[in-house]
């Protein structure tokens, strides 16, 4: 027996279902809510999607995401921000919680990432080379790590660590506080946490 659903509400229940957190059910409800809307809802919906690989782009230098006409993020080019510091996270929606916090005025490194073996993710697949190379070129004078709380987290801040001492960089190196509960990503956290965890941050 075929799905009960017409094919092109079935194709679009399949492709939401694939998306993180989103189980059958919920594709479905999604999927009809899309159907029931004016067709111009649905067409802005496609549209967005359909130009979001065009119109984003990994910075080059912080490897934060930007719109693609612009050359670095205005979270490096500002003029206000302290090129000496550099906070350094796994993924750019790390960036985004940070700056909620309204307490930080450096920059950012993305890693893209963190080791995790068992998901075949080892050191050379990150951008730890690019940040050994901004803290030469910026002179930086200090690493904030701002990983997860969680042990591959954990291990890539004190991998990236060695990496800093073994090439004879001096910056000094800090990490969050321990404000932020272990297992909890940084985008989840909420803005009085994260203030708390960057103004307690330790020197390692």
């Known amino acids: ?54 119109g984003v782009k990994l910075c080059p230098k912080t490897f934060a995401l930007i ?35 309204k307490q930080f005025s450096g920059t950012y490194h993305v890693l893209g990432g963190v080791i995790s073996p068992i998901d075949g993710v080892g050191p050379e697949q990150l951008r730890i080379n690019e940040l ?20 591959e987290g954990e291990t890539t801040s004190l991998y990236v660590q060695q990496q800093i001492n073994e090439v004879g960089l001096t910056p000094t190196i800090s990490r969050l506080a321990r404000g932020l509960p272990v297992g909890v990503d940084l985008e989840y956290a909420d803005h009085i946490t994260l203030k708390h965890a960057l103004e307690g941050r330790k020197t390692l």
């Open 132 to 151: 050994l190379r901004r803290i030469e070129e910026d002179d930086v004078q200090e690493i904030i790590l701002a990983t997860n709380a969680s042990v």
């Open 1 to 54: 027996m075929g799905s009960l659903l017409p094919k092109a509400l079935q194709s679009l229940v399949d492709e939401l279902a694939g998306l993180p957190g989103v189980g059958p059910r919920t594709a479905e409800r999604y999927a009809y809510f899309i159907f029931k809307s004016r067709p111009d809802v649905a067409r802005r919906l496609a549209d967005s999607i359909g130009t979001l690989h065009d």
């Open 67 to 101: 719109d693609s006409h612009q050359a670095v993020s205005e979270l490096y080019s500002d003029s206000n921000r302290d090129k000496k510091v550099i906070a350094v996270v796994e993924d750019p929606l790390d960036v985004i919680a940070i700056e909620k916090a």
